[in-house]
């Protein structure tokens, strides 16, 4: 298998680390900046006696390492500062993922493609369009980050380890993502069971601002290290064709009432991306504020450059 990362910054880079460090695939990472992907690549590779890994590990400013990629990530792009929201960056990352995707895609014509860039809902719908490929090979990184998010908050309230939740979370990786404590298990009972609505409430909410928390904190950079391990969970997911549920940004055809959109739904992946698109059976309240999430990312397109 190979894979290809575009974008050597903070999250590509941390991601193309845990790819080579999974050893499950060549792993090729490609950036504009001169020497960034070289050199990152070459202190990783350097790391190989200590690590173990003997797939190989290439970086460049140009597409050529990509050639004949199963999977390409794109994390290429301008991250937000404090006080930004992920929509006031889609002018700028628009055109960099069109240029990603035609150029990856021009040598990896049997790609999927994970898109990472912000606002990654319509980044994705975006390289749908660009790259006029079917959804099942192309997808965003959403919920899974945000279910990681809910799911280490809901860890330190219950005092349980976060791998003992489920979490769910869905529609639009930004200010109208929807948290489910219906559909989020606990060690096998709904976190609507085990914490009142007030409490729900606020972890719902410090789940919504997850990512503008570390961003406030921070100052000079986004979230990196549980965004590539989530990238590395879908991609794992992939590799292994293990066919398990996550939460994606994915293009919905009818399911939950809503068509050409794309938002975060569950979905099972594995070998080929996505398999299914998973309909989970929300109530009427549940439904309408998805639906107030796909309109967000509705208007988030309408501003894409044309
Ligand atoms: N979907 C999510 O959940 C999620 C999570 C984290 C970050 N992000 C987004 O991912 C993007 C990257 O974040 P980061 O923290 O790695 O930023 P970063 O600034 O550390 O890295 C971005 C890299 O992209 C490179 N780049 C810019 N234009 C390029 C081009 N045309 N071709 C190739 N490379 C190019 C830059 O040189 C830089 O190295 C941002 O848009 C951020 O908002 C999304
Ligand atoms: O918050 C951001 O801008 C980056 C990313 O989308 C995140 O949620 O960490």
Redesign the pocket.
Known sequence: MKITV???????ATLAQRLIEKNFADVAL????EG?PQGKTLDMRQSANMIGFTHKIVGSNSYDVTSGSDIVVI??????KPGMS?DE?VGI?AK?VR??IEKSLALSPHAMFI????P?DTMTYLALKVSNLPRDRVF???GV??GGRLAAFVAEELNVNASDVTPCVMGE?GGSMVVYPRFTIVNGKPLSELVDDSKQKTLAERTVNG?AEIVSIMKT????YA?SA?VAHMVSAVATDSGMIMNC?ALLDGEYGLSDVVIGVPVELGRGGIKKIVELPLNAEELAALKVSAEAVRKTISALPK
């Open positions: 575009v974008g050597a910054g903070n999250v590509g490609v950036d504009v900046i960034i994390t290429a792009g301008i991250a937000r992920r960056l990352n960099i240029e990603v898109i990472v860039t912000n990654v965003g990184l959403s980050l945000d990786h990512g950079s986004s979230a990196f965004p989530s940004a």
